[in-house]
């Protein structure tokens, strides 16, 4: 499956108000390309009603995948997760398990990280994955989700194991 639409949200207060630069955003973009979607990339504070609605916006504009970078840890204004699992119909563990198993290969501190895959109930259903925010990271975790991303979408329309 080619052409599978998708939405970055880059999660980060400095970003949003430009105190610093998006660089992981765009390195996700270019590797969501790599395996098949073409992504829209916006970028929303460390605010859970603002990802939320971000998260809800990217579905409405036709996203069939949405990746967030970043608030995946575990400090105070870590709160990309808690903003994204109330979406989510089910959760797909083994993804965020071989995210952090993969990026504690090279950082120990991945494991405090607090990935989640899932989907979004709908018409259609949505995967959603929380990333970490830096390049790092979302090298990780598109490097596992990537290559998935054409089963995933091609089982939520209903299409047998292959």
Not at 94 to 113: D, K, N, Q, W
């Amino acid at each position: 499956m080619e052409n599978i639409p998708a939405t970055v949200i880059v999660v980060s207060d400095e970003i949003a108000t430009g105190a610093d630069e998006n660089r992981a955003g765009p390195v996700a973009v270019e590797l969501l390309a790599a395996h098949g979607a073409r992504a829209d990339l916006v970028v929303v504070g460390d605010d859970r009603q603002a990802i939320a609605a971000a998260v809800r916006r990217a579905i409405g504009g036709g996203s069939r995948v949405v990746v967030t970078c970043g608030g995946t840890g575990i400090g105070p204004r870590d709160v990309t997760v808690e903003a994204v699992e109330p979406l989510l119909a089910y959760r797909l563990p083994g993804i965020g398990e071989e995210i952090r198993r993969r990026g504690a290969a090279h950082v120990a501190s991945a494991l405090v990280s607090r990935e989640v895959a899932g989907v979004v109930a709908g018409e259609p259903p949505v995967f959603v994955l929380t990333a970490p925010g830096s390049r790092g990271g979302v090298r990780d975790a598109i490097g596992v989700a990537g290559p998935l991303l054409a089963h995933i979408v091609a089982q939520l329309d209903g299409a047998g194991h292959f």
